[in-house]
Each structure stands twice: as C-alpha cells, then as structure tokens.
C-alpha cells in the first residue's frame, strides 16, 4: 500500500470513519456525484442487475447504492454501515430489506447467501483490502459476484485530494484515506478466491469538467474504477 501522506497537498485535519460520516450526513447525499460510482456501475457489462433476487450492500451509508440497485430491479438489499446517522437516512428511504450497523469485514450477514455482494466509495478508508475481500466471499453465493467501485488511485494521487468534506462550522475535514493500487486489489481478490470478471475505469471527461471546472486540469487521469468478481 502507497502511504497517501506523500500526495497530500491539503493539509486538513483527519477524523476517523465513523466520526467523519456521522458529521458529513446533512450534506452528503448533495455532494457525492453520481459520476463518480452509479454511472461507473450504470457501465457494467456482466451483473444481470434485474435477474439479482438478493444483495449485499457493504457500507450502504445513506443508501444511495441501494436505490440504484432497487431502481435496476434488484428484488432484495441487506445493508451494513458502521455509522448509525447514515443508516438513519438509509432506514427513511426504505430501499433496504435489512439494515446492520457493523464492519464491512465482519457483518454477521449469512453465508454463501447472495447472489451479489456490492459496496461503494469505501475502499480508500480501509487499511487493508484482504479482509473485505475475504468477507465479501464468505457472504456471496456459489457462482455469484462481487462488485467494488471506489476512487482510482491514481486520482488520489495526482490530485492530492482525501477524501474531505464541509463541516457544519464551515472547515474543511478530511476522512483517513488509503491509496490502494489496482494491483492491490488484484493481489486482495485472488488471493481470497475471487476470479476477475470485468473492470471499467472511469476518466474525468466532458461530464466531469462541466460539473468541476477546476477538473480541466485532470482531463484524461482516470477518476473511478469498478472491479466485478465472481465467486467459484
């Protein structure tokens, strides 16, 4: 793992996960862009995303995944969140079938049970990808997948950026960030069993500029990336 201290260039005071989105709830559902993970997600060739009867949604947070997944026709989410204000907001929009507060890496969640097992936006917080992946095996059915998007490293990296938010006292914070190179993801998903069905990459594009001026600078450098596993 690429220690993210060397690329930082803002400087803000880190809070941990939990502490980061408990405080980030109010806003996030306007600040987190869809081009960044339903549209990655929305470019997916192999999920039969409608043929789905169950899903395991890790890091549900405000549910935004799980809508998406609903909307795709997904008969059934289970969420698992470790922030109970995210999961407050998550429970309001009534997408999910089930909610745990718990680690991503340890749910509780049955085993060999689902068909699909997804998260989003969260893998710069871990420390380490192996036990997530592992996890995620341990709940996916045989044959079944495991979808991952998350910030590319290489984002994190050209722009510096962690991940960060505006607190209600208007400072900026920055949530602890991880650089996880594509190669530690391939190491962290074979190495607990999966085999690599798809991956997209997702490049800051028209789209991307005409949301974030400022982005022009990062025209071209991948933003996103999904990785889709399935379990033997």
Not at 60 to 88: I, K, N
Not at 149 to 175: C, K, N, R, W, Y
């Amino acid at each position: 793992m690429v220690d993210f201290a060397q690329f930082d260039t803002r400087g803000y005071p880190t809070v941990d996960v939990r502490t980061g989105y408990a405080a980030w709830v109010g806003s996030y559902e306007n600040t987190v862009e869809d081009l960044m993970d339903l549209d990655v997600l929305a470019s997916l060739t192999t999920p039969a995303w409608a043929d789905v009867d169950r899903a395991a949604d890790l890091a549900c947070g405000t549910g935004r995944t799980g809508a998406w997944l609903r909307a795709q026709g997904v008969h059934a989410v289970d969420g698992v969140d470790l922030t109970p204000e995210m999961l407050a907001v998550a429970r309001s929009r009534g997408n999910h079938a089930r909610l745990v507060e718990g680690d991503l890496a340890a749910t509780g969640l049955d085993a060999d049970a689902y068909p699909l097992v997804i998260t989003s936006l969260v893998d710069e917080h871990l420390p380490s990808l192996h036990p997530l992946y592992r996890e995620a095996l341990r709940l996916a059915a045989p044959g079944g997948l495991f979808v991952l998007v998350g910030l590319h490293p290489q984002f994190i990296m050209a722009a510096g950026m962690p991940t960060h938010f505006t607190a209600a006292d208007g400072s900026e914070l920055a949530i602890t960030t991880h650089v996880h190179l594509v190669s530690d993801h391939l190491t962290a998903g074979l190495a607990a069993g999966w085999q690599l069905a798809e991956m997209r990459e997702r490049v800051v594009d028209d789209a991307w500029v005409a949301r974030k001026p400022k982005w022009e600078r990062f025209r071209g450098q991948p933003v996103s990336a999904a990785y889709v596993w399935r379990k033997p």
